[in-house]
């Protein structure tokens, strides 16, 4: 083996642009289902590059020096995470709102390196969807950097392995299987804790760490450029997978491009590989020198870009224009940042940076107007970070108005003495409401209308009492229980969040053989996926011919949304009794109704909900009231020809 005189090695820096071009692709484009994955090609090469600079130190001088290192990984993390933290809490300020929800625990995360287990611990998912959604974290991609940190807080360890002569390559290997099996164990406790977990997430650091005890860089021989293009190319192709979330994905689909990633690696850095020279190319050498700085940037910004925009988290949908918008940012930002930023520190340490920003105080005009903005600058930032946690909210727009609408919930079913559905809200002294006499020249006999020449008055508009309807439905239906209990007092409500059509169907069988279906049963559930013709066919079959099934329709940033609202009034057009309660046009115009997901009604949301569902139902008997007054009226005019004739 030869010794490498280069301090720098071959073909690292084009891999870490494969990596965070991965990552950016998947939060900014629907392209790369899986491109989380180049955190895992970060991993690997973290885990290589810093255990060979450490081997290097121990081989010049004897020794590694601990504090040296923390010191050199504290220049390199903490100016480009400072800067990034603060002014993106600082716009986010700006935006507020649901951005603003958990943000100082998302700090509490940041500074101390613990963001991965501050966000298991709070129940937050890395794969959003849910309520998740509308309150997107901000400082997400942070997890990432804890697991590293804390990885490294290890290193005290590694003097001890170095002892070894043989067997440094089977503990690293044997710690990366420990960590796989760790994630395979723990896979039942859901994809983002085996995703997030130190313990679960360790094992590409740990095979970066197995191959720099392989010293690949000093050897001639190895594996062939051919192959690490070849292993290249697997990445990114498993990026196009489309990841389960099982352990084919967590952590099988992870563990597979780690170990291409340590392929790719092996080939490019040994000495004179075409694959290091291919990957050092000038495009892709900007990109990795920057990549820290991408990576950092790229999903604050396009969280508050998105959701200052759209009103809603880049996890549900990022539009092309947002999305272009923020990687122009993102890099313009990334380059301000590696020059001005983390270069000089890196270059010079902590205290004399300060103490060149102290000698341009003391310089020409320009340079203090320099050092006078960037001064000013950071207080602003500062201070816009403390004004975002001091008026973060408690929780999400969409969880109050849930919440608000469970709490009408338990209101009515308190005041009910007999309550027959988890939920529901009935009483049953409510009176059916009858019409007025449309004329005075009518007479009213127990509310019905009768000419003096007893031919039949047309029917006054009614309004159908709550006492008949039965309403099943998700959380949509739940933020709207206040508006539906005003407007329709005794009805019967059954909503929950997250519920499916599936599940809905379930609970209108239950209640069918329990005969504890009213006269109009209202479904209001497609928000949470998309709706099988067969469930609603089971639907009606339940519902049966002397009752009135009611399909609300759905309306959410979602994309099965527009396929749900299709079937739903197809199967409406093509059934007789069943009717539409067109939500979806109800609140179109009027999205500043709804929270900040842009899902959930608030109270007037929740009252414009009502009024489409209550609207639909006093049709129906409106319609019906119309047939019978037609047919009533053709019998009284056969009869009255009848009469002249005789």
Same mark, same amino acid.
């Given at each position: ?9 071959? @073909? ?37 590059? %810093? ?19 923390? +010191? ?8 480009? %995470? ?50 998740? !959604? ?5 400082? +997400? ?69 197995? $191959? ?25 192709? $498993? ?30 850095? #040994? ?16 990109? @990795? ?22 009103? !809603? ?101 308190? #005041?009910?003495?007999?309550?027959? /559905? ?32 007893? #031919? ?6 009614? #309004? ?13 239906? $739940? ?67 002397? +009752? ?44 500043? $109704? ?9 109270? +007037? @949301? ?26 009533? /009226? ?13």
């Amino acid at each position: 083996m030869t010794r490498s005189s280069s301090a720098r090695l071959p @073909g690292l820096d084009g891999l870490r642009a494969v990596a965070v071009l991965l990552v950016v692709v998947y939060h900014l484009f629907p392209a790369l289902p899986a491109g989380f994955l180049g955190v895992d090609v970060f991993f690997v090469i973290s885990g290589f590059l %810093i255990t060979t600079l450490l081997l290097r130190e121990h081989d010049e001088h004897g020794r590694i020096g601990l504090v040296d290192f923390w +010191r050199r990984r504290a220049r390199r993390l903490l100016p480009a %995470i400072g800067v990034v933290v603060l002014v993106t809490a600082s716009l986010a300020w700006m935006v507020g709102g649901d951005i603003l929800v958990g943000l100082g625990g998302q700090l509490l995360g940041a500074t101390t390196f613990s963001y991965n287990w501050v966000a298991v611990t709070n129940g937050s998912s890395y794969f959003g969807g849910g309520l998740d !959604s509308s309150a997107p974290e901000l400082l +997400r991609n942070l997890w990432s950097l804890a697991v590293e940190e804390q990885f490294y807080l290890l290193w005290p360890l590694l003097p001890l392995v170095l002892r070894l002569r043989r067997g440094r390559v089977p503990v690293a290997v044997g710690l990366a299987a420990a960590s796989v099996l760790a994630a395979v164990l723990l896979a039942g406790s859901g994809a983002t804790r085996v995703y997030y977990g130190t313990d679960t997430h360790a094992f590409g650091l740990l095979l970066g760490v197995a $191959l720099a005890f392989l010293r690949p860089a000093e050897r001639r021989g190895g594996v062939p450029a051919v192959v690490g293009g070849a292993a290249i190319a697997g990445v990114v192709a $498993l990026a196009f997978v489309t990841p389960g979330d099982g352990i084919e994905t967590f952590p099988g689909l992870l563990v597979a491009a780690s170990v291409l990633t340590v392929v790719a690696i092996a080939a490019a850095v #040994r000495t004179g590989s075409r694959l290091g020279r291919a990957l050092d190319v000038a495009p892709l050498r900007w990109i @990795g020198e920057r990549s820290f700085g991408i990576y950092l940037w790229h999903w604050p910004l396009v969280v508050i870009l998105t959701v200052a925009t759209t009103r !809603s988290s880049p996890d549900v949908a990022v539009p092309v224009e947002v999305a272009l918008l923020t990687l122009a940012l993102t890099l313009v930002a990334a380059e301000v940042s590696f020059r001005f930023i983390e270069q000089p520190v890196r270059r010079l340490g902590f205290r004399a940076s300060l103490r060149s920003v102290g000698r341009a105080f003391r310089g020409g005009p320009v340079r203090r107007l320099a050092a006078t903005a960037a001064m000013a600058a950071g207080l602003l930032v500062v201070a816009g970070t403390t004004a975002a946690v001091a008026d973060a909210p408690t929780m999400a727009s969409s969880e109050a108005a849930v919440r608000d609408g469970r709490a009408a919930l338990d209101a009515a079913s308190s #005041r009910s003495h007999h309550a027959t /559905l988890p939920g529901a809200a009935l009483r049953s002294d409510d009176a059916v409401l009858r019409p007025e006499c449309p004329s005075a020249h009518l007479s009213d006999d127990e509310g019905l209308c009768t000419p003096p020449d007893g #031919r039949p008055a047309p029917p006054a508009s009614v #309004r159908v009492a709550g006492a008949r309807v039965t309403l099943v439905g998700d959380s949509v239906m $739940l933020a709207s229980a206040g508006g539906l209990l005003d407007r329709m007092p005794g009805a019967q409500v059954d909503a929950k969040v997250s519920r499916s059509m599936g599940a809905g169907v379930a609970i209108v069988d239950r209640l069918a053989a329990r005969a504890q279906l009213r006269d109009y049963v209202v479904v209001g559930l497609g928000t949470n996926g998309p709706v099988d013709p067969d469930d609603l066919a089971r639907l009606k079959k339940d519902v049966g011919p002397h +009752r009135t099934l009611v399909l609300v329709t759905a309306h959410a940033p979602r994309d099965w949304i527009p396929g749900v609202n299709e079937e739903l009034e197809s199967f409406a057009q093509h059934t007789p009794g069943v009717a539409i309660a067109d939500w979806s046009a109800a609140i179109s115009g009027h999205e500043d $109704l709804l929270a900040g997901d842009g899902i959930h009604p608030g109270a +007037r @949301g929740g009252q414009r909900y009502a009024d489409a569902v209550a609207d639909a139902i006093d049709g129906v008997e409106n319609s019906r009231a119309q047939l019978r007054y037609r047919v009533e /009226l053709a019998q009284w005019a056969v009869a009255q020809t009848f009469d002249a004739a005789r």
